[in-house]
């Protein structure tokens, strides 16, 4: 794997096969594989016949529901509101929440969608994790130990935790993940105290019924 590099070139034989590709770095790669991500569309021809929204998906409201309110979209096809903007997601997260929570709505308990997205890879021996979502220019903070490739990167928005992405730290993400679904805050300054912990924060921050049960 190889970070900051793009492709400037492929190199073929003379049968036209591809043999190695020269990076934009000027580095040369040989190969017998080539794998080309080029990203994906969704599947919205459906929606289109039905004459539903679309907008880089089918376009649902808070609750899932399309502009007909007697069909829903879910999963990777389906653009959805968060805040002030809109996303379409493609993760197995995603689609198997979405999917309990259009369940919830046809059996008549509406609340709005707003499950806090988590994804994970596993690249050799590092195991990555990642829950919310990370835009360029929030504020980050580190914890753990990057030598030893033990860590997680905190990211905040307006001094509040909107995100964290671990690399070989399953119990962060955990803890992450609670302090979203329970609404435990934590600030821009408090991570950034040499003594913070993120376990004794959340510990700090359970109700003193929570810790006796």
Known sequence: ???GEGLAF????ATGQATAVISTTGQRYAADLFVVGIGVQPNVEIAV?????VDN???????????DPQIFA????ASFPTGSTRMRLESVQNATDQGKHVAREILGIQDPYTVTPWFWSTQGRYRLQMTGIIHPDDEITVIGNPEAKKFSVLAFRDG?????ESVNQPADQTIVRRMFTENIPLHLHQAQDACFDLRSHLKNA???AAQVA
């Open 1 to 3: 794997m190889r970070f």
């Open 10 to 13: 492929v190199e073929k034989d």
């Open 49 to 53: 016949e039905a004459e539903l929204e």
């Open 57 to 67: 998906g089918i376009v649902v409201d808070k609750h899932l529901r399309t502009c």
């Open 74 to 77: 879910l999963g990777d096809c």
């Open 160 to 164: 509040e935790l909107v995100g964290a």
């Open 206 to 208: 359970i109700s003193p």
